[in-house]
């Protein structure tokens, strides 16, 4: 079954830096679009990047662009985001997720989410 699996969450200090990765099994990762949604405690989950499965095209929302970046390795079948300039708003879980494509940000399969906390 289709599996995607986060990692590398944790603690940073405003205006450092993370990067997720996003491990998918269970099926050939190729063929979907991945992407990422997040939740603040107390908000609502909101859809932040998108890259296709057709040409590598990328999607932000407004609240990451110019700071985070994605990027897929298919022949691992795992997916990044690269965090830059990081503020204590992107305090939140990070869930990645599988879908046949970026409109509507993907939202078929999620994973478990990853904790990042950005704080002094």
């Known amino acids: 079954q289709v599996q995607l699996v986060e990692s590398g969450g944790g603690l940073v200090q405003p205006g450092g830096s993370l990067r997720l990765s996003c491990a998918a099994s269970g099926f050939t990762s190729d063929y979907y679009a991945l992407g990422w949604f997040r939740q603040a405690p107390g908000k609502e989950r909101e859809g932040i990047s998108c890259?296709?499965?057709?040409?590598?095209?990328?999607y932000y929302a407004d609240s990451v662009k110019g700071r985070f970046t994605i990027s897929r390795d298919n022949a691992k079948n795992t997916m990044y985001l690269q965090m830059n300039s990081l503020k204590p708003e992107d305090t939140a879980v990070y869930y990645c997720?599988?879908?046949?494509?970026?409109?509507?940000?993907?939202?078929?399969?999620w994973g478990q989410g990853t904790q990042v906390t950005v704080s002094s």
């Open positions: 890259i296709s499965s057709s040409d590598g095209s990328t």
């Open positions: 997720t599988a879908d046949n494509s970026c409109a509507s940000w993907p939202r078929a399969y």
